[in-house]
């Protein structure tokens, strides 16, 4: 559990069963209760659960900050699928408001790749090809 604890607070997102997230999610917002205490007995406390410094150093200065306002419910839980093997039923467990990474970028939905196709254009080709048409008429 102090390794899914570790990993979700480190990620802010991770994917695993749901008996596991559903007992994960105690322990996680029992380290934001310490975070938001702030003192060094928190601090010392959490530590001793989560025995990554550089977790526990973001727990207390950037993820405490988001939920000081709030008394509870840091986390959420997404029911996916349910696993080929076990046939486990697969979730993904994340922190509430968690900031999404700036490298990612949106998929071009099928209604986009659709009209692309019916141009005649690649998907990405599409708003740079209708600009030149449009200067050419």
Do not use: C, W
Request: aromatic share 4%; net charge positive.
């Amino acid at each position: 559990m102090r390794n899914l604890v570790t990993s979700l607070l480190e990620h802010e997102r991770i994917e695993t069963t749901l008996a596991k997230a559903k007992e994960l999610r105690g322990e996680a917002d029992r380290m934001i209760t310490l975070a938001k205490k702030g003192d060094l007995h928190a601090r010392r406390q959490a530590l001793a659960f989560i025995q990554d410094k550089q977790v526990v150093y973001k727990l207390f200065a950037e993820i405490k900050d988001r939920y000081l306002d709030r008394n509870g419910g840091y986390t959420k839980i997404t029911k996916l699928r349910y696993r080929k093997g076990d046939a486990a039923p697969i979730s993904v467990i994340e922190l509430v408001g968690r900031v999404e990474a700036k490298g990612t970028s949106k998929k071009k939905s099928k209604t986009q790749k659709a009209m692309a196709k019916v141009k005649g254009l690649m998907p990405g080709q599409a708003k740079k090809e209708g600009a030149k048409g449009e200067n050419e008429s």
